[in-house]
Structure formats: C-alpha cells, structure tokens
C-alpha cells in the first residue's frame, strides 16, 4: 500500500497554495512540522491507482 502524509492548515482558505502539505514520507511530515507548525498534525493517506515497485 502507498500512502502520503498529509497536513491541512485550516487557517488558509481551500485553493490557496498553503492549504494543504503533502509529504511522501511520514519523517518529512514531522520535520516539517517541527519548524512551522508544532502542534500540527499530519494524517496518512492512501494513494490509489499506484503501481508498487516491489510487486509491479
């Protein structure tokens, strides 16, 4: 299963640039929130339709 990493900061409105992170790995999402947001929350997301490399 592929997932992503996904953080919504609702005090952009939906469409703006900063609405939504989306992070490929759940260490980045921390990283990420560590710097700017950290009390933020980042939750897992699954990604459909994606091929997986191990099983092609």
């Known amino acids: 299963m592929n997932t992503v ?6 005090s952009k409105p ?3 640039v900063d609405h939504l992170k989306v992070f490929a790995r759940p260490g ?3 990283e990420w929130l560590q710097e700017n947001d950290p009390e933020g929350v980042a939750f897992e997301y699954e990604v459909m339709g994606v091929v997986d490399d191990e099983i092609g």
């Open 28 to 30: 980045l999402a921390d």
């Open 5 to 10: 990493w996904i953080y919504v900061d609702t």
């Open 14 to 16: 939906v469409g703006d």
